[in-house]
């Protein structure tokens, strides 16, 4: 007699979740294998792909924590112009970029004022305050959100004077943005008011008691969970605790040279660590400090001596060797980058002709970018910035 076996529905079912499952898991390990055009392309062929490819776990798994940069937006001449330079300069592929599109309502106006794990925060007037709109862009999805600024009277923001995103994507696919401005209830001091951003919340609340600062609080490094902001003068730098909502000040900055002298300075993180870079044009020797994480002090992470760079870029000298035996130099530090290996560490710097990347460790360098057209003789092309960096990112804004 033949017999047959009964296979129960409960079985059916689980065998046929975990096919679903199965090719689910396949599809992410090949969607992390393609380029970020393909993956913009991809989102538009089925809802559960678009679902797969913008869920948090898969953004984690294409960006790691902590990602490094892997190029770099900078001001042009013409107003609210941005280059972009690429860090692979052996990269047989085009770069992403080779200017900056913003969105394109008030795109004359725009510029960047910091950039964070991946996402830009460009606002739309340039100065001690903030007069114009500010938005939350990603350039890697070409994405952006506008932000109701707090203290908006007739659709201008009152005597906002910084506006600093903490966006971490190992912790939370939301940012969060740190607005300070005048105080409302004491005169003279400043108030920070903290918003929480996603597509369902967009609050703003006031966070701690008013206080007096002699601070940059447009140039706010997000960084172990805070932002963080230099003195100005005299002034002491200090750092906010996203979390703990708490306002601290930081050590004092390792300065060798009078705060009111003519020097230029880097200040910056790059994969979960904090630098500062002091660069007086008589020095071709420095160092790049970096802060430690329980913010005990600042210590010597790397010694540059530049030597070897002016050798073979004679246009970064101007004049003759001063009295102390230092020349004088024309240049600028973009950025410092680390990497996954210490040796990986490097510097992006500007002569008047060219952009160089010098490796930290190895103290080896190479032209990353020249400049087209000339500049006037011992100036630089892009006086008095940063670069901001790239960091590839599929967040949603």
């Given at each position: 007699m033949t017999s047959k076996i009964k296979i129960p529905r409960k079985t059916k079912l689980a065998t046929s979740a975990e096919v679903v499952n199965s090719i689910d898991d396949l599809l992410m390990q090949i969607f992390l294998c393609l380029p970020v055009k393909s993956l913009m392309c991809f989102k538009l062929v089925s809802k559960r792909w678009k679902s797969l490819i913008t869920s948090p776990d898969f953004r984690l798994l294409r960006n790691p924590d902590p990602s490094a940069a892997v190029g770099l937006f900078y001001p042009v001449?013409?107003?609210?112009?941005?280059?972009?330079?690429?860090?692979?300069?052996?990269?047989?592929?085009n770069p992403p970029f080779r200017k900056l599109n913003f969105p394109e309502e008030d795109s004359e106006c725009f510029w960047i004022s910091q950039s964070c794990n991946g996402l830009l925060v460009c606002c739309g007037s340039k100065g001690y305050m903030y007069k114009?709109?500010?938005?939350?862009?990603?350039?890697?999805?070409?994405?952006?959100?506008?932000?109701?600024?707090?203290?908006?009277?007739?659709?201008?923001?009152?005597?906002?004077?910084?506006?600093?995103?903490?966006?971490?994507?190992?912790k939370s696919p939301l940012y969060k943005v740190v607005c300070v401005r005048d105080s409302e209830f004491a005169h003279g001091l400043f108030q920070i008011e903290i918003g929480i951003y996603s597509s369902e919340t967009r609050t703003w609340q006031f966070c701690g008691e008013p206080f007096a600062a002699m601070v940059n609080f447009d140039k706010g490094v997000y960084w172990n969970g805070a932002i963080h902001w230099l003195g100005i003068g005299e002034g002491e730098s200090l750092y906010f605790n996203i979390d703990n909502q708490v306002l601290d000040k930081m050590p004092m900055l390792p300065l060798r040279y009078h705060r009111n002298s003519r020097s230029d300075y880097f200040f910056g993180q790059s994969c979960g660590h904090l630098h500062f870079i002091e660069t007086p044009c008589s020095t071709i020797q420095f160092d790049v400090y970096e802060m430690k994480r329980d913010y005990s002090e600042w210590f010597v992470k790397y010694q540059v001596n530049l030597t070897p760079v002016v050798a073979a870029n004679r246009e970064m000298i101007w004049g003759h060797i001063n009295p102390m035996g230092w020349y004088n130099l024309v240049f600028s530090v973009f950025t410092v980058v680390r990497g996954e290996h210490e040796e990986d560490a490097f510097l992006v710097l500007q002569s008047p002709k060219k952009i160089i990347r010098y490796n930290l460790v190895r103290k080896t360098f190479?032209?990353?970018?020249?400049?087209?057209?000339?500049?006037?003789?011992?100036?630089?092309?892009y006086p008095g910035t940063s670069g901001f960096e790239y960091i590839k990112s599929l967040c949603c804004v």
């Open positions: 001449r013409k107003r609210c112009e941005f280059e972009y330079i690429h860090f692979d300069f052996k990269a047989p592929i114009g709109s500010c938005y939350v862009y990603n350039p890697t999805t070409n994405c952006s959100t506008k932000l109701p600024l707090p203290g908006v009277m007739n659709g201008v923001p009152e005597n906002v004077y910084g506006v600093n995103l903490a966006f971490d994507p190992a190479e032209s990353l970018s020249k400049f087209e057209d000339e500049v006037v003789r011992a100036s630089l092309r």
